[in-house]
Protein backbone atom coordinates (compact mmCIF):
# COMPACT_ATOMS: atom_id res chain seq x y z
CA UNK A 1 0.00 0.00 0.00
CA UNK A 2 2.97 2.75 0.55
CA UNK A 3 4.58 1.59 -2.21
CA UNK A 4 1.26 2.85 -4.29
CA UNK A 5 0.45 5.87 -2.46
CA UNK A 6 4.53 6.79 -3.00
CA UNK A 7 4.26 5.91 -7.30
CA UNK A 8 0.91 7.93 -7.22
CA UNK A 9 2.74 10.96 -5.41
CA UNK A 10 6.04 10.71 -7.41
CA UNK A 11 3.67 10.60 -10.63
CA UNK A 12 6.01 7.92 -11.73
CA UNK A 13 5.47 6.94 -15.38
CA UNK A 14 5.49 4.20 -17.81
CA UNK A 15 9.14 3.30 -17.77
CA UNK A 16 9.56 3.51 -13.63
CA UNK A 17 8.50 1.69 -10.83
CA UNK A 18 9.24 2.09 -7.03
CA UNK A 19 11.14 -0.91 -6.13
CA UNK A 20 11.27 -0.45 -2.67
CA UNK A 21 11.16 1.18 0.58
CA UNK A 22 13.81 1.60 3.03
CA UNK A 23 15.53 4.09 5.87
CA UNK A 24 18.77 5.10 6.24
CA UNK A 25 21.28 5.85 9.24
CA UNK A 26 19.27 9.22 9.85
CA UNK A 27 16.23 8.00 9.65
CA UNK A 28 14.69 8.96 6.85
CA UNK A 29 12.30 7.36 4.53
CA UNK A 30 14.68 6.35 0.83
CA UNK A 31 12.27 5.32 -2.05
CA UNK A 32 13.99 3.14 -4.48
CA UNK A 33 12.69 3.74 -8.40
CA UNK A 34 13.83 2.07 -11.26
CA UNK A 35 13.83 2.08 -15.04
CA UNK A 36 11.56 -0.52 -16.53
CA UNK A 37 12.70 0.28 -20.25
CA UNK A 38 15.68 0.10 -22.28
CA UNK A 39 14.99 3.63 -23.45
CA UNK A 40 15.84 7.15 -21.99
CA UNK A 41 14.57 10.44 -22.36
CA UNK A 42 17.29 13.06 -23.11
CA UNK A 43 17.15 15.99 -20.86
CA UNK A 44 17.95 18.39 -23.46
CA UNK A 45 15.65 18.15 -26.28
CA UNK A 46 13.18 15.70 -24.29
CA UNK A 47 13.36 13.02 -27.13
CA UNK A 48 13.24 8.62 -26.56
CA UNK A 49 16.77 7.73 -27.05
CA UNK A 50 18.19 3.95 -27.11
CA UNK A 51 21.67 4.84 -27.24
CA UNK A 52 22.99 4.57 -23.39
CA UNK A 53 26.19 5.96 -22.62
CA UNK A 54 26.90 4.86 -18.77
CA UNK A 55 25.07 4.87 -15.54
CA UNK A 56 25.61 7.52 -13.20
CA UNK A 57 25.79 6.75 -9.31
CA UNK A 58 22.08 6.95 -7.26
CA UNK A 59 20.84 10.60 -7.00
CA UNK A 60 18.57 11.56 -3.82
CA UNK A 61 15.34 14.29 -3.88
CA UNK A 62 13.57 16.05 -1.15
CA UNK A 63 9.99 14.74 -1.38
CA UNK A 64 7.02 15.71 0.52
CA UNK A 65 7.32 14.29 4.19
CA UNK A 66 5.33 11.06 4.73
CA UNK A 67 3.93 10.55 8.50
CA UNK A 68 5.89 13.26 9.37
CA UNK A 69 9.09 11.85 8.53
CA UNK A 70 11.57 13.21 6.14
CA UNK A 71 11.18 11.34 2.98
CA UNK A 72 13.82 10.99 -0.35
CA UNK A 73 13.47 9.53 -3.14
CA UNK A 74 16.45 7.49 -4.82
CA UNK A 75 17.62 6.69 -8.25
CA UNK A 76 20.33 5.66 -10.84
CA UNK A 77 20.83 7.78 -13.65
CA UNK A 78 21.40 6.84 -16.93
CA UNK A 79 23.64 8.88 -19.81
CA UNK A 80 22.47 9.29 -23.34
CA UNK A 81 23.49 9.80 -26.68
CA UNK A 82 21.63 12.24 -28.59
CA UNK A 83 22.55 13.91 -31.80
CA UNK A 84 21.39 17.00 -30.64
CA UNK A 85 22.68 17.42 -27.40
CA UNK A 86 25.65 15.09 -26.77
CA UNK A 87 25.72 13.02 -23.96
CA UNK A 88 22.75 14.15 -21.51
CA UNK A 89 21.63 12.49 -18.29
CA UNK A 90 18.24 11.43 -18.42
CA UNK A 91 15.20 13.19 -17.46
CA UNK A 92 12.69 11.57 -15.10
CA UNK A 93 9.08 12.68 -14.19
CA UNK A 94 9.20 13.67 -10.60
CA UNK A 95 11.88 16.48 -10.94
CA UNK A 96 13.38 19.10 -13.31
CA UNK A 97 16.62 18.65 -14.71
CA UNK A 98 19.29 19.78 -12.37
CA UNK A 99 16.95 20.17 -9.50
CA UNK A 100 17.28 18.06 -5.88
CA UNK A 101 13.47 18.54 -5.03
CA UNK A 102 10.89 16.39 -6.16
CA UNK A 103 7.65 18.35 -8.42
CA UNK A 104 5.46 18.05 -5.25
CA UNK A 105 8.15 19.19 -2.52
CA UNK A 106 8.67 22.31 -5.11
CA UNK A 107 5.03 23.00 -4.99
CA UNK A 108 4.73 22.86 -1.12
CA UNK A 109 8.12 25.08 -0.85
CA UNK A 110 6.04 27.88 -3.23
CA UNK A 111 2.70 27.13 -1.28
CA UNK A 112 4.23 28.17 2.36
CA UNK A 113 5.99 31.58 0.59
CA UNK A 114 3.13 33.34 -0.26
CA UNK A 115 1.34 33.16 3.51
CA UNK A 116 4.53 33.20 5.12
CA UNK A 117 7.98 34.37 5.02
CA UNK A 118 11.02 32.73 3.46
CA UNK A 119 12.82 32.62 7.04
CA UNK A 120 9.89 30.74 8.22
CA UNK A 121 9.52 28.31 5.32
CA UNK A 122 13.56 27.69 5.61
CA UNK A 123 12.80 26.69 9.40
CA UNK A 124 9.87 24.99 9.05
CA UNK A 125 11.10 22.78 5.87
CA UNK A 126 15.18 22.53 7.02
CA UNK A 127 15.88 24.33 3.55
CA UNK A 128 18.51 27.31 3.04
CA UNK A 129 17.06 30.48 2.16
CA UNK A 130 18.87 31.18 -1.25
CA UNK A 131 17.05 27.71 -2.37
CA UNK A 132 13.77 28.75 -1.59
CA UNK A 133 14.87 32.19 -2.80
CA UNK A 134 15.83 30.62 -5.83
CA UNK A 135 12.38 28.42 -6.33
CA UNK A 136 10.76 31.70 -5.97
CA UNK A 137 13.05 33.51 -8.84
CA UNK A 138 12.19 30.28 -11.18
CA UNK A 139 8.88 30.31 -10.79
CA UNK A 140 8.46 34.32 -11.67
CA UNK A 141 10.90 33.82 -14.54
CA UNK A 142 8.51 31.10 -15.48
CA UNK A 143 5.37 32.95 -15.49
CA UNK A 144 6.46 36.87 -15.92
CA UNK A 145 5.96 36.49 -20.01
CA UNK A 146 2.76 34.31 -19.87
CA UNK A 147 1.01 37.23 -17.19
CA UNK A 148 2.91 40.26 -19.05
CA UNK A 149 1.76 38.86 -22.97
CA UNK A 150 -1.76 39.45 -21.94
CA UNK A 151 -3.50 42.35 -23.68
CA UNK A 152 -3.74 45.20 -21.53
CA UNK A 153 -6.38 48.18 -21.97
CA UNK A 154 -6.76 49.61 -18.70
CA UNK A 155 -3.71 50.24 -16.16
CA UNK A 156 -3.27 52.04 -12.84
CA UNK A 157 0.06 53.66 -11.96
CA UNK A 158 1.02 54.13 -8.50
CA UNK A 159 4.30 54.12 -5.96
CA UNK A 160 4.95 52.70 -2.93
CA UNK A 161 7.48 53.11 -0.17
CA UNK A 162 8.98 49.47 1.01
CA UNK A 163 11.22 51.22 3.60
CA UNK A 164 12.90 53.74 5.74
CA UNK A 165 15.04 56.19 3.42
CA UNK A 166 13.70 59.31 0.48
CA UNK A 167 14.73 56.69 -2.48
CA UNK A 168 13.57 53.45 -1.20
CA UNK A 169 10.07 53.67 -3.58
CA UNK A 170 8.39 50.69 -6.03
CA UNK A 171 6.27 52.04 -8.66
CA UNK A 172 3.43 49.34 -9.40
CA UNK A 173 1.77 48.99 -12.21
CA UNK A 174 -2.23 47.53 -12.30
CA UNK A 175 -4.32 45.50 -15.04
CA UNK A 176 -7.80 46.91 -14.23
CA UNK A 177 -9.10 44.12 -16.44
CA UNK A 178 -7.67 41.38 -14.55
CA UNK A 179 -6.49 42.37 -10.82
CA UNK A 180 -3.13 41.88 -10.73
CA UNK A 181 0.43 43.16 -11.07
CA UNK A 182 1.70 43.95 -14.62
CA UNK A 183 5.25 45.02 -13.84
CA UNK A 184 7.39 46.18 -10.95
CA UNK A 185 10.41 49.14 -11.16
CA UNK A 186 12.58 50.63 -8.48
CA UNK A 187 11.62 54.44 -8.27
CA UNK A 188 9.03 57.00 -8.59
CA UNK A 189 10.57 58.83 -11.56
CA UNK A 190 9.76 59.19 -15.41
CA UNK A 191 12.67 57.00 -15.84
CA UNK A 192 11.14 54.15 -14.18
CA UNK A 193 7.75 54.01 -15.89
CA UNK A 194 9.84 54.58 -19.07
CA UNK A 195 11.31 51.13 -18.52
CA UNK A 196 8.03 49.51 -18.36
CA UNK A 197 6.96 51.30 -21.89
CA UNK A 198 10.28 50.28 -23.28
CA UNK A 199 9.50 46.49 -22.17
CA UNK A 200 5.52 46.83 -23.18
CA UNK A 201 6.74 48.05 -27.05
CA UNK A 202 5.29 50.68 -29.46
CA UNK A 203 2.93 48.87 -30.57
CA UNK A 204 1.00 47.17 -27.25
CA UNK A 205 1.38 51.01 -25.62
CA UNK A 206 -0.59 52.49 -28.20
CA UNK A 207 -3.66 50.06 -27.61
CA UNK A 208 -3.67 51.21 -24.00
CA UNK A 209 -7.34 52.92 -23.37
CA UNK A 210 -6.84 54.81 -20.09
CA UNK A 211 -3.97 54.74 -17.29
CA UNK A 212 -5.42 56.01 -13.75
CA UNK A 213 -2.86 57.82 -11.39
CA UNK A 214 -2.34 60.21 -9.00
CA UNK A 215 -0.45 63.36 -10.05
CA UNK A 216 2.53 62.68 -10.32
CA UNK A 217 3.84 65.06 -13.09
CA UNK A 218 6.67 62.28 -14.11
CA UNK A 219 4.00 59.46 -14.71
CA UNK A 220 1.82 61.97 -16.20
CA UNK A 221 5.18 62.90 -18.68
CA UNK A 222 6.09 59.21 -19.80
CA UNK A 223 2.40 57.85 -20.40
CA UNK A 224 2.07 60.98 -22.68
CA UNK A 225 5.13 60.40 -24.29
CA UNK A 226 4.47 56.54 -24.74
CA UNK A 227 0.89 56.72 -24.85
CA UNK A 228 -0.51 59.84 -26.43
CA UNK A 229 -3.59 58.24 -26.96
CA UNK A 230 -4.43 56.88 -23.25
CA UNK A 231 -7.07 58.82 -21.40
CA UNK A 232 -5.06 59.72 -18.35
CA UNK A 233 -8.07 59.60 -15.52
CA UNK A 234 -6.24 60.98 -12.34
CA UNK A 235 -7.66 58.59 -9.00
CA UNK A 236 -10.94 60.02 -7.73
CA UNK A 237 -10.02 59.28 -3.84
CA UNK A 238 -6.36 61.45 -4.35
CA UNK A 239 -8.53 64.11 -5.34
CA UNK A 240 -11.13 63.85 -2.25
CA UNK A 241 -7.43 64.00 -0.15
CA UNK A 242 -6.76 66.94 -1.34
CA UNK A 243 -9.96 68.48 -0.52
CA UNK A 244 -10.23 67.43 3.01
CA UNK A 245 -6.37 68.77 3.00
CA UNK A 246 -7.89 72.57 2.11
CA UNK A 247 -10.63 71.90 4.56
CA UNK A 248 -8.50 71.20 7.35
CA UNK A 249 -6.27 74.06 6.40
CA UNK A 250 -9.07 76.35 6.78
CA UNK A 251 -10.18 74.78 9.99
CA UNK A 252 -6.49 75.26 11.50
CA UNK A 253 -7.18 79.08 10.62
CA UNK A 254 -10.31 79.02 12.20
CA UNK A 255 -9.23 77.40 15.86
CA UNK A 256 -6.29 80.24 15.84
CA UNK A 257 -8.44 83.46 14.69
CA UNK A 258 -10.47 83.20 17.09
CA UNK A 259 -10.10 82.50 21.18
CA UNK A 260 -12.29 81.49 23.86
CA UNK A 261 -15.62 79.95 22.81
CA UNK A 262 -14.97 79.89 19.40
CA UNK A 263 -11.69 77.77 20.08
CA UNK A 264 -12.90 75.24 22.35
CA UNK A 265 -16.12 74.42 19.83
CA UNK A 266 -13.75 74.22 17.14
CA UNK A 267 -10.96 72.08 19.24
CA UNK A 268 -11.01 68.25 18.62
CA UNK A 269 -13.68 68.74 15.50
CA UNK A 270 -11.19 67.85 12.91
CA UNK A 271 -13.00 64.12 11.38
CA UNK A 272 -16.41 65.67 11.98
CA UNK A 273 -15.66 68.08 9.85
CA UNK A 274 -13.56 65.55 6.96
CA UNK A 275 -16.15 63.22 7.46
CA UNK A 276 -19.07 63.02 4.75
CA UNK A 277 -22.82 63.90 6.41
CA UNK A 278 -24.11 60.71 5.20
CA UNK A 279 -21.41 59.04 6.92
CA UNK A 280 -21.72 61.28 10.47
CA UNK A 281 -23.11 59.20 13.21
CA UNK A 282 -26.92 60.66 14.01
CA UNK A 283 -25.82 61.38 17.79
CA UNK A 284 -23.08 63.89 16.34
CA UNK A 285 -25.18 65.22 14.24
CA UNK A 286 -26.55 67.77 16.74
CA UNK A 287 -22.81 68.80 17.42
CA UNK A 288 -21.91 69.44 13.72
CA UNK A 289 -24.69 71.75 13.57
CA UNK A 290 -23.57 73.87 16.65
CA UNK A 291 -20.12 73.97 15.51
CA UNK A 292 -21.50 75.52 11.86
CA UNK A 293 -24.12 77.67 13.67
CA UNK A 294 -21.27 79.57 15.05
CA UNK A 295 -18.29 79.59 12.51
CA UNK A 296 -19.98 81.57 9.14
CA UNK A 297 -16.27 80.37 7.43
CA UNK A 298 -16.95 76.66 8.55
CA UNK A 299 -20.09 76.29 7.47
CA UNK A 300 -19.08 77.68 4.01
CA UNK A 301 -16.21 75.27 3.07
CA UNK A 302 -18.18 72.52 5.47
CA UNK A 303 -21.13 73.15 2.82
CA UNK A 304 -18.60 73.42 -0.51
CA UNK A 305 -17.15 70.00 0.12
CA UNK A 306 -20.64 68.40 0.32
CA UNK A 307 -21.53 70.01 -2.70
CA UNK A 308 -18.49 69.06 -4.44
CA UNK A 309 -19.43 65.07 -4.31
CA UNK A 310 -21.87 65.95 -6.98
CA UNK A 311 -19.07 65.77 -9.30
CA UNK A 312 -18.84 62.40 -9.42
CA UNK A 313 -22.54 61.39 -10.69
CA UNK A 314 -21.51 63.08 -13.89
CA UNK A 315 -21.53 60.49 -16.98
CA UNK A 316 -19.64 63.18 -19.65
CA UNK A 317 -16.66 65.18 -19.16
CA UNK A 318 -18.50 68.08 -20.66
CA UNK A 319 -20.93 68.57 -17.62
CA UNK A 320 -17.82 67.48 -15.26
CA UNK A 321 -16.15 70.61 -15.91
CA UNK A 322 -19.19 72.73 -16.14
CA UNK A 323 -19.34 71.90 -12.74
CA UNK A 324 -16.16 72.57 -11.72
CA UNK A 325 -16.61 76.24 -13.23
CA UNK A 326 -19.76 76.46 -10.93
CA UNK A 327 -18.25 75.32 -8.53
CA UNK A 328 -16.28 78.28 -8.87
CA UNK A 329 -18.01 80.49 -8.76
CA UNK A 330 -19.44 79.58 -5.38
CA UNK A 331 -15.40 80.70 -4.20
CA UNK A 332 -15.76 84.12 -5.12
CA UNK A 333 -15.72 86.70 -1.90
CA UNK A 334 -15.11 83.91 0.08
CA UNK A 335 -11.79 84.28 0.79
CA UNK A 336 -11.52 80.33 1.51
CA UNK A 337 -7.85 80.54 -0.21
CA UNK A 338 -7.47 76.44 0.78
CA UNK A 339 -10.63 75.82 -1.19
CA UNK A 340 -9.47 78.21 -4.02
CA UNK A 341 -6.09 76.86 -4.14
CA UNK A 342 -7.39 73.32 -4.52
CA UNK A 343 -9.32 74.00 -7.18
CA UNK A 344 -6.70 75.82 -9.23
CA UNK A 345 -4.74 72.63 -8.85
CA UNK A 346 -7.82 70.67 -10.43
CA UNK A 347 -8.32 73.14 -13.61
CA UNK A 348 -4.39 72.65 -14.39
CA UNK A 349 -5.38 69.05 -14.49
CA UNK A 350 -8.96 69.54 -15.79
CA UNK A 351 -8.73 66.71 -18.56
CA UNK A 352 -7.48 64.05 -16.13
CA UNK A 353 -10.26 65.03 -13.56
CA UNK A 354 -13.30 64.75 -16.16
CA UNK A 355 -12.11 61.55 -17.62
CA UNK A 356 -13.37 59.94 -15.20
CA UNK A 357 -16.82 60.56 -15.62
CA UNK A 358 -16.40 58.56 -19.40
CA UNK A 359 -13.77 55.87 -17.86
CA UNK A 360 -15.19 55.47 -14.09
CA UNK A 361 -11.65 54.12 -12.91
CA UNK A 362 -10.00 54.71 -9.67
CA UNK A 363 -7.13 53.31 -7.92
CA UNK A 364 -8.53 51.91 -5.38
CA UNK A 365 -7.07 48.82 -6.31
CA UNK A 366 -4.06 49.23 -6.60
CA UNK A 367 -3.99 51.48 -3.19
CA UNK A 368 -5.58 47.74 -1.16
CA UNK A 369 -2.94 45.85 -2.95
CA UNK A 370 -0.33 48.04 -1.54
CA UNK A 371 -1.27 47.06 1.99
CA UNK A 372 -0.58 43.66 1.23
CA UNK A 373 2.86 44.69 -0.58
CA UNK A 374 3.87 46.50 2.68
CA UNK A 375 2.89 43.44 4.83
CA UNK A 376 4.98 41.29 2.58
CA UNK A 377 7.57 43.22 3.19
CA UNK A 378 7.12 43.72 7.23
CA UNK A 379 6.59 39.76 7.92
CA UNK A 380 9.76 39.31 5.73
CA UNK A 381 11.54 42.28 8.17
CA UNK A 382 12.76 44.19 5.27
CA UNK A 383 14.84 42.97 2.36
CA UNK A 384 18.28 44.53 1.98
CA UNK A 385 18.07 43.68 -2.01
CA UNK A 386 14.63 45.28 -3.57
CA UNK A 387 15.09 42.97 -6.41
CA UNK A 388 14.38 39.95 -4.03
CA UNK A 389 11.50 41.79 -2.61
CA UNK A 390 10.17 42.56 -6.54
CA UNK A 391 10.33 38.88 -7.04
CA UNK A 392 8.65 37.83 -3.55
CA UNK A 393 5.89 40.20 -4.59
CA UNK A 394 5.40 38.78 -7.95
CA UNK A 395 4.88 35.25 -6.48
CA UNK A 396 2.23 36.57 -4.11
CA UNK A 397 0.23 38.61 -6.53
CA UNK A 398 0.02 35.48 -9.57
CA UNK A 399 -1.10 32.57 -9.38
Not at 164 to 182: A, M, P
Request: hydrophobic share 40%; charged share 30%; glycine share 6%.
Amino acid sequence: MLVGILAIQLRVAKGWQVAATTRDDRQRIVVDVEPTRATAVCSGCGETKSRIHDVKPARQWRHLDGWNVPTMVRSTLRRVHCRNCGVRVEQVPWARTRSRFTHEFEAEVLRRARDTSILRVCRQLGLHWTSVMRLIERWVEESAERHFRAPLKHIGVDEISYGRGQHKYLTVVWDHDRSRIVWLGRGKERDTLDGFFTKLGTRRAHRLVAVTMDMAQGYISSVGTHAPQAAIVFDRFHIERYLTWAVDEVRKHEFWRRGGAYRKAVHGKRFLLLRKYRRVHWRRRGELAQLLMMNKRLFRTYVLKEQFEHAWTYTTARGMREFLVRWRRLLNWSRLQPLIRFWEMLWRHVDGVTAWAEHRLTNAAVEGHNSIIRGISQRGRGYRNPNNLMQVLYHASWR
